[in-house]
Each structure stands twice: as C-alpha cells, then as structure tokens.
C-alpha cells in the first residue's frame, strides 16, 4: 500500500485523487483510505477540509463520514476501521493509497502496533473523578503509579491522562514510548510531501481564513446543537475546539480563528518532527510542479 504524509494545506490530498487516477488509466485499480481522525465525523466538512465529490473524482475515498460527532474514536478504534478498508481494497485487488492523519493515527494503520484496551465503566469513573476532584489530582496519581509515562504527557492534556491512568488499572503498567517501526504489511511505501517553514506557516493562515469565509462557524453552530460539545474526539478538533470556545463566550470570534493559525502551526510542526524520525519515508518537494510530482510518487509505487 502507499501513504502519503504531509503537513496542512500541502496538496497530499488533491495529490492522492492524481496517482489513484493515474494508475487506473494503467489497468492497476487504487482507492482512497483517509487516514485523518478528524475526517470519519459526518458535518464536519469545513474545518477539516474534507474532500469534496467533486475532489474525489469519482475515486472511492474510505472512512469518511462514517461517524456522528457524539461518537468517540480512539486511535485503537480507528486502527480497526482502517485496517478493515485497507483488508478489503487488497481482497479486491485495489491498492490503497492511503492519506493524511497524524503521526500515530498513521502509524497505527502502517505498522505493526497493538494497544491497550479499554473498559467503559473504569473510563467513566475516571472522567467523574476528572470533573470532582480535578485534573491536578489524577495527574498526581499517573506520577506516582508511571512517572515516566507522566513525563512525557504534558500537564494539561487531561484526556491523555484519564487514558494512561485506565491503561495503568487495566493492565498495571503504561508507557509513552512506541516500539520499533515495523510494517504489518510487506509492500508499504511512504511518501511525504515537504514545505518550508515559511511557505507552511503561509499555506496555513490562508487555509484557516478560507475556512472562516467558508463559514467554519455557522458550521460548528450548527453542530453543536446536535451535541458536538459532548463528542469527546470531535470537540477536540483545531478549529471546532477554538470556535465552540467563542461560542461560549471565552473568546472573540477574532481570537478563535488566530487561536486556530497558531494552533494548527504547532500541530504542523510537531508531527513534521515526529515523522521525521521515520527514516523509512520518501520526502518529495510539495512545489514541484504536479505533474513532476505525480510521477516521482508513481515511481515509487509498490509493485502488485
């Protein structure tokens, strides 16, 4: 199968509809499988920059719209959505070009990775607990039961928390750190598309103002009357999260959307860093012209 990384507003996605495109008019069947949390919610099409029909190109795209906002999806879940797309291209003889998502939702599907599972009512204990007594004190909780894995989950992050502390009841142990890479599947390729920092942090500020023109607000109103606030995955989204927070009076509009630019930089940045460390990934210029960049990607398709 072949995955095509990149940071926000980098073309991979318009780049994934060309090479699916290209290698059917070769007589070789290819399928889009998102790869991007964000994009399995169904309403939530502006800020995520979802693929539009007519994006898509007649080329089927996987997993998307294929969750209700109120639903949760951890990376675990999504593994098994997205490990099951990618089962079914190859059983029909399509290969699956696989694209976006964050550094562990990719690694999730690509390599050979198991997690944790996980058990509802220690869950909801844990988020009541959250709400009682406050995330200082589940914090000082994961310190003393796995400091390491404490170290490496940042104060604030109270989903990550509550998570490592279920992890810690369920199995007696966490750790932050993932193993080795290893494809689960022989035949992976790797493809990132790369930007300067300048032309990134650029490509972003423009993205999230097309969003707001787009109407990114009226959009995440209109979500939330249909229980967004409650979706534990969704609301967390860069833009949705910042917006819902105007809505609710904590911000201006105007604060939400640079909370957005400066958000998704950080988010850029981080990832770009973590995929960095993956020497297994073919790194190609996002600015070469398309049809110089569709064939370097061609060339390094895997065989049948």
């Given at each position: 199968?072949?995955?095509?990384?990149?940071?926000?507003?980098?073309?991979?996605?318009?780049?994934?509809?060309?090479?699916?495109?290209?290698?059917?008019a070769?007589?070789?069947?290819?399928?889009?499988?998102?790869?991007?949390?964000?994009?399995?919610?169904?309403?939530m099409?502006?800020?995520?920059?979802?693929?539009?029909?007519?994006?898509?190109?007649?080329?089927p795209?996987?997993?998307?719209?294929?969750?209700?906002?109120?639903?949760?999806a951890?990376?675990?879940?999504?593994?098994?959505?997205a490990?099951?797309?990618?089962?079914?291209?190859?059983?029909?003889?399509?290969?699956?070009?696989?694209?976006?998502?964050?550094?562990l939702?990719?690694?999730?599907?690509?390599?050979d990775?198991?997690?944790?599972?996980?058990?509802?009512?220690?869950?909801?204990?844990?988020?009541?607990?959250?709400?009682?007594?406050?995330?200082?004190?589940?914090r000082?909780?994961?310190?003393?039961?796995?400091?390491?894995?404490?170290?490496?989950?940042?104060?604030?992050?109270?989903?990550?928390?509550?998570?490592?502390?279920?992890v810690?009841?369920?199995?007696?142990?966490?750790?932050?750190?993932?193993?080795?890479?290893?494809?689960?599947r022989?035949g992976t390729v790797q493809?990132?598309?790369?930007?300067?920092?300048?032309?990134?942090?650029?490509?972003?500020?423009?993205?999230?103002?097309?969003?707001?023109?787009?109407?990114?607000?009226?959009?995440?109103?209109?979500?939330e009357?249909?229980?967004?606030?409650?979706?534990?995955?969704?609301?967390?989204?860069?833009?949705?999260?910042?917006?819902?927070?105007?809505?609710?009076?904590?911000?201006?509009?105007?604060?939400?959307?640079?909370?957005?630019?400066?958000?998704?930089?950080?988010?850029?940045?981080?990832?770009?860093?973590?995929f960095?460390?993956?020497?297994?990934?073919?790194?190609?210029?996002?600015?070469?012209?398309?049809?110089?960049?569709?064939?370097?990607?061609?060339?390094?398709?895997?065989?049948?």
């Amino acid at each position: 199968m072949l995955s095509l990384i990149g940071p926000t507003a980098s073309g991979k996605t318009r780049l994934a509809v060309d090479v699916a495109l290209a290698l059917r008019a070769g007589g070789r069947p290819a399928e889009v499988v998102n790869t991007d949390s964000m994009l399995v919610y169904r309403g939530m099409d502006i800020g995520t920059a979802k693929p539009t029909e007519a994006e898509r190109r007649g080329v089927p795209h996987h997993l998307i719209d294929v969750l209700d906002v109120t639903q949760t999806a951890s990376v675990a879940d999504f593994q098994t959505m997205a490990r099951a797309a990618v089962d079914d291209c190859h059983r029909r003889g399509v290969l699956p070009v696989l694209v976006g998502g964050s550094a562990l939702y990719v690694r999730a599907v690509l390599d050979d990775l198991d997690f944790p599972g996980t058990d509802p009512a220690v869950r909801e204990r844990l988020e009541d607990e959250l709400a009682t007594e406050g995330l200082d004190v589940l914090r000082e909780r994961l310190v003393r039961l796995a400091p390491e894995a404490a170290a490496r989950i940042e104060p604030g992050n109270a989903r990550r928390i509550v998570r490592a502390l279920e992890v810690v009841e369920l199995t007696g142990g966490f750790t932050a750190e993932l193993p080795e890479p290893r494809y689960a599947r022989p035949g992976t390729v790797q493809v990132g598309l790369q930007l300067d920092r300048a032309e990134m942090d650029a490509r972003i500020e423009r993205r999230v103002d097309q969003m707001w023109a787009d109407g990114l607000v009226a959009e995440v109103r209109a979500l939330e009357a249909v229980g967004l606030r409650e979706g534990r995955t969704a609301s967390r989204a860069l833009g949705y999260r910042q917006v819902l927070e105007h809505l609710a009076g904590e911000c201006t509009e105007e604060d939400a959307r640079q909370r957005t630019v400066a958000g998704t930089r950080r988010f850029a940045r981080k990832q770009l860093g973590w995929f960095r460390r993956d020497p297994r990934i073919t790194w190609l210029d996002a600015l070469a012209p398309p049809q110089q960049l569709l064939d370097a990607v061609l060339a390094l398709v895997p065989e049948r």
